[in-house]
């Protein structure tokens, strides 16, 4: 089921998931393209404390939604979502982890091998 987007980076995003599905033949890129398309009150909202209590030290880990900053992360961790507070940002940073949009972890790991979902 397809719902109607307005924001344009959005159905760009999930465009691109899609072409990235059909290029690779990978699903995980559809499956996350597919939780984006639903409303956004359905879509995943991940506190820093469940990076942390969940993903192991060095886990590249997708989030179909946004990452919020509360609690604390001390494990480096590649994060890929939709969108990021500020602070969440930040403590994935200062933890040595790095933030991405989904495209450009789509592109760097078009197999998508040891990708996490998180919601």
Do not use: C, H
């Not at 290029?23 to 820093?48: C, P, T, Y």
């Not at 992360?73 to 500020?86: I, Q």
């Amino acid at each position: 089921m397809t719902t109607k987007k307005t924001d344009p980076n959005l159905v760009a995003t999930i465009n691109s998931l899609k072409a990235e599905t059909r290029a690779s033949g990978v699903g995980i890129w559809r499956d996350i393209a597919l939780r984006l398309e639903k409303a956004k009150v359905n879509w995943a909202e991940v506190n820093l404390s469940k990076l942390e209590r969940y993903a192991s030290e060095g886990d590249i880990v997708v989030v179909p939604g946004k990452v919020l900053g509360s609690g604390a992360l001390n494990k480096k961790l590649t994060v890929a979502a939709y969108g990021f507070s500020e602070s969440a940002k930040n403590k994935i940073e200062a933890a040595g982890g790095r933030n991405l949009t989904i495209i450009d972890l789509a592109k760097e790991m078009p197999q998508g091998t040891g990708v996490k979902i998180m919601r």
